[in-house]
């Protein structure tokens, strides 16, 4: 299977199961999209007639360099690698590797499109005892097998409403994670409300990563994170990411915002995002029930898909002004990549990855916590939900019907299980406008990873 | 005259022989949280053939 597409001023031609990116003029682009329809004959005149200034002997020479191509395994290359779908999560089958530690169900803001309900979850507000948080890293690191490489996440509702929990956590498994030859990965996502000149250095010296929740443009941040008197956080926080990342230097950082229907045109967000200094962003779509009022209507999308071709074009434009950004979903390493394992595996959530309640509970994923059929069991007697873990174990690329023909398959690995749970009532189901999403992002950025690469030769 | 210019990529297929050690980072953790795109990772075998 190929993707064909033209953006950015290039003819984009994916091989969807090789990874092959190829960039290609005009006659290529028209030949490869006949190639398996036609024949060589019929081809050769319909390209001949279309390009009748350029000489028959250039279309042949230009269409055995197409069948050359794909005789070498980098065109139209057959999709095999169903039969392995299952391999990876089988193999790994109980290796436990990632939490998301809910250290507290509570927030300092009262946003209306928070999907985690004010941090509570559809429950009640609680925090994380430091016993707890110690036995769920216990829980982590007995069950991660040989993983080297273990990612906690410290998540909300806010964390920093448990922060001397959070750092003696920290604490604690870097006071073990040698003697069991592991290597602990800390994220902390945060709202900013409660940053200080403390939680910036402690989080400096220990948080791989740092995702600080800001939505763009000060109008559009207020009308959702709000504090509980209903005043916008927008003019507390700025100072406070500014002051972080100015210190933080090398380590990893995302602003990540939200857009809804509010503003589809969440590029003006992002420009905020840079004229305030900030270069590692993330704006990601809501996540919401159906018919929410922040729910992006079919109306958004085009204003959407624009916004990702624009921000697509900045991105290149600042790259050559010499002030280069990161956009999260446009990061993708075609020479280094996932290999093919992960790619058709989905996610890893409810098998190496689980979500902790306050109180101990394992879920499977943050976006499930809360939903008391989805609970796999606790930190204490681990998990003892299979007939749940099993639905997760079993979900990967080729279990969705919808993907088998989607060309972004090994790129998305099937989608968000709760996206697609929460749209469709299925694990397994699609969320389609996540997917549209999804594609118009991909071919954004491998079209930006093809001009960097060419930038890079040239 | 060259009418295709192919980029550098893994050859995903080659991957099948080196490939799920599983210690790459788990999908949508530490950024989004809301969406799964496993493109972005990187991949942290240390014994994988490019």
């Known amino acids: 299977m190929i993707h064909q597409y033209k953006l950015g001023g290039f003819n984009i031609v994916l091989d969807v199961c090789s990874g092959a990116v190829h960039l290609v003029d005009d006659i290529a682009y028209d030949i490869i999209e006949l190639f398996e329809k036609e024949t060589k004959e019929s081809i050769i005149n319909k390209i001949c007639a279309k390009y009748f200034k350029t000489s028959q002997d250039e279309i042949i020479e230009c269409y055995d360099q197409i069948n050359e191509l794909k005789n070498g395994g980098n065109l139209f290359a057959p999709d095999t690698f169903e039969p392995m779908a299952g391999v990876l999560k089988e193999k790994t089958a109980g290796v436990v590797k990632a939490l998301c530690l809910h250290v507290a169900h509570t927030c300092n803001l009262n946003c209306e499109y928070c999907f985690a309900s004010q941090g509570k979850y559809n429950g009640e507000r609680a925090v994380m005892s430091f016993e707890t948080g110690k036995r769920a890293l216990d829980f982590l690191i007995e069950n991660s097998g040989t993983r080297k490489n273990l990612e906690v996440d410290f998540f909300g509702g806010e964390p920093l409403m448990n922060w001397d929990v959070v750092k003696k ?3 604690y498994a870097r006071s073990i994670e040698k003697k069991h030859n592991k290597n602990f990965r800390f994220t902390l996502t945060t709202n900013g409300m409660l940053i200080d ?5 402690f989080s400096n010296k220990e948080m791989s990563n740092v995702v600080l929740s800001l939505d763009g443009r000060k109008e559009i941040h207020d009308a959702y994170r709000v504090d509980y008197n209903g005043k916008g956080s927008w003019d507390k926080i700025v100072p406070k990411f500014k002051e972080f990342v100015k210190k933080r230097g090398n380590k990893d950082y995302y602003i990540r915002g939200t857009f809804t229907h509010a503003n589809p045109d969440f590029l003006e967000d992002i420009k905020v995002m840079l004229d305030l200094g900030f270069t590692e962003l993330s704006m990601e779509p809501v996540v919401c029930a159906p018919g929410e009022k922040q729910e992006l209507t079919k109306d958004d999308m085009p204003i ?4 990702y071709e624009k921000l697509a074009s900045l991105m290149l434009e600042r ?4 002030r280069p950004f990161t956009f999260y979903h446009y990061m993708i390493d075609l020479k280094g990549g996932p290999c093919i394992y992960k790619r058709i595996s989905g996610c890893g959530s409810g098998t190496e990855y ?4 306050p109180w101990g509970d394992l879920y499977p994923c943050h976006q499930f916590v809360g939903d008391e059929k989805y609970k796999l069991g606790d930190i204490f007697s681990g998990v003892t939900n299979k007939d749940v873990q099993n639905e997760f174990l079993s979900c990967n690329v080729y279990e969705r019907q919808e993907c088998k023909d989607c060309w972004a ?3 998305c690995s099937g989608g968000c299980a709760a996206n697609a749970y929460h749209s469709t009532g299925n694990i397994k189901g699609v969320y389609k406008y996540g997917c549209e999403l999804f594609k118009k992002r991909m071919e954004c950025a491998i079209m930006l990873a093809a001009a960097n690469e060419l930038d890079e030769e040239e | 005259m060259t009418h295709i210019k192919t980029i550098k990529t893994r ?4 991957s099948v022989k080196k490939g799920g050690c599983g210690e790459c ?4 953790q530490s950024a989004c949280k809301t969406s799964c795109g496993i493109a972005n990772q990187k991949c942290e075998n240390k014994a994988q053939s490019k």
């Open chain 1, 197 to 201: 000149d403390e939680v910036i250095e």
């Open chain 1, 319 to 322: 790259k050559k002004e010499g």
């Open chain 1, 169 to 171: 956590l920290v604490e």
């Open chain 1, 304 to 307: 959407v898909f624009e916004q």
């Open chain 1, 409 to 411: 398959r090994l790129y």
């Open chain 2, 11 to 14: 050859n995903l297929c080659s």
């Open chain 1, 354 to 357: 689980m979500a902790v309640t």
């Open chain 2, 25 to 28: 980072q788990t999908s949508c």
